[in-house]
């Protein structure tokens, strides 16, 4: 019996090796790593961190400006050159339209949102929100921010009282669930409440079951459909429905109009009213019914893809300011110079003479980008530059962010803190193929404008920032 079942084991191990095509990059003629049964190249990445495992798959073939690997079961191409990059995520990005991941649009409540979608339709959902994130509808942020931040000084002054520590991570992702679910949603949250609802949403959205079928979404996009897998916990798209619905039906009941997101979303639902059947686009991607799943996909992606990565990046940003008091000291001047010529707080017009902040801010994300990797799905045949290599729809691209972002031949000293690196002298010197960390190309992170809450900690009190140096840690 243990002999028979040996045998199926080995003969399954087997199947699932031929099925991912091993030999599939060899015959491409072009250098690969040889695949494992069902775990392709990726068997290093359960032994240690993403981040690990990209910076060693960016070193396995040094002088290589691409080579092949297996996403688990699926051909995969790594690529380094900056100028193959800019192809295929600019120059040639209706090839790789889809990013590769999936959920079943018709069954997750997740599964209409920008992230997900390619194609034509991922092109008319894109085009509706960006219509929102232009400097004129993020002006309306502002508010939101500097009523948060009379929060943060308080619970900082407080914790300064009581001799406690701060932990920052966890302080950031409040800061950022109350600024972009206000943006969101036009409604007033506090998440430094105790028992506050919104304070512990970031780490919902984030949990170890939700980055297990994100990654099954990647791996095996079936099994979606075949287990109608959610990307998201019931309790958290259920919390966000039922809230959503509460404030659309109040603001109906007593006409407000405040011209925010939801606002815009509300709009968008009153043209599609009476659209009932399914259609699809010239691609065969199904057009938007624009109805309420719609708009809360949409309101979901932008909650947790702007709570993550934001909280992520202030952290490290203030990691490195209290690391560096002379970079510390010139944000704060640069900041107190702007207060003292406008005679007030930091408005949305006045983020553009920030410029130092701005190298900071970039350097911050240069050297600990949200994003370890980003990826591309080939959606039909394409043919590299200057080479012979044609890949096929469904063979996905991978980047590794921080691996190009940490590479000597793009950053001298990448390891090093240097803003100065993107001072107005040396811009040409960055090579947008070697800076990814808001993305490239037409799928470039929607919230890339919305990074003004940076300035909070040095607009107000100068201590804000020294505390740091004597509460700084991190979980």
Request: aromatic fraction near 12%; include cysteine; charged fraction near 25%.
């Amino acid at each position: 019996m243990l002999l028979i079942l040996t045998t199926l084991l080995a003969t399954c191990c087997i199947l699932l090796w031929s099925l991912s095509s091993p030999f599939y990059w060899k015959r491409k003629g072009i250098p690969y790593l040889l695949p494992l049964p069902l775990f392709g190249s990726h068997l290093p990445s359960f032994l240690m961190s993403f981040q690990d495992f990209y910076q060693k798959l960016y070193n396995h073939y040094p002088n290589e400006r691409y080579f092949g690997l297996h996403f688990f079961i699926r051909p995969a191409l790594l690529i380094k050159d900056k100028i193959l990059i800019k192809d295929i995520f600019i120059k040639d990005f209706e090839y790789f339209t889809s990013n590769g991941m999936y959920t079943n649009i018709n069954h997750d409540p997740f599964g209409e949102n920008v992230l997900f979608l390619h194609g034509q339709a991922w092109k008319e959902i894109r085009l509706k929100l960006s219509n929102h994130f232009t400097p004129s509808k993020l002006r309306l942020m502002n508010d939101y921010v500097e009523n948060i931040m009379k929060k943060v000084n308080s619970f900082i002054q407080k914790s300064i009282n009581e001799n406690e520590p701060i932990e920052i991570t966890k302080m950031n992702e409040k800061i950022a669930t109350d600024v972009i679910v206000q943006a969101v949603l036009g409604i007033e949250t506090d998440s430094f409440e105790q028992n506050s609802h919104f304070s512990t949403l970031g780490s919902k959205m984030f949990s170890s079951k939700t980055n297990m079928r994100l990654l099954v979404s990647l791996v095996a996009p079936k099994l979606n459909d075949l287990f109608k897998i959610n990307i998201f916990e019931k309790s958290v798209t259920e919390f966000l429905k039922n809230l959503m619905k509460d404030v659309i039906k109040y603001r109906k009941e007593h006409q407000i109009n405040k011209q925010d997101f939801l606002d815009a979303m509300m709009n968008v639902m009153k043209t599609s009213e009476n659209i009932k059947e399914d259609k699809y686009f010239p691609d065969k991607t199904k057009v938007p019914e624009y109805d309420f799943r719609t708009v809360l996909s949409q309101a979901l992606i932008l909650i947790a893809g702007g709570v993550e990565s934001a909280a992520v990046t202030m952290t490290f940003f203030l990691y490195e300011v209290s690391l560096n008091q002379e970079i510390q000291n010139k944000c704060r001047e640069e900041i107190m110079k702007v207060l003292n010529e406008t005679g007030t707080d930091i408005r949305t017009e006045d983020i553009g003479k920030l410029t130092y902040m701005d190298m900071v801010i970039k350097e911050t994300m240069r050297k600990y980008p949200p994003f370890i990797m980003l990826m591309r799905k080939c959606t039909k045949s394409y043919q590299f530059r200057d080479s012979n290599l044609t890949i096929d729809p469904g063979t996905l691209i991978l980047a590794p962010v921080k691996s190009i972002q940490s590479d000597p031949n793009n950053y001298a000293d990448p390891e090093s803190f240097i803003p100065e690196r993107f001072a107005d002298e040396t811009k040409g010197s960055i090579d947008a193929g070697a800076y990814l960390a808001w993305g490239l190309g037409p799928r470039l992170c929607l919230g890339k404008n919305s990074a003004s809450v940076f300035n909070f900690f040095f607009k107000n009190e100068k201590k804000n920032l020294c505390i740091l140096n004597r509460f700084f840690f991190f979980k």
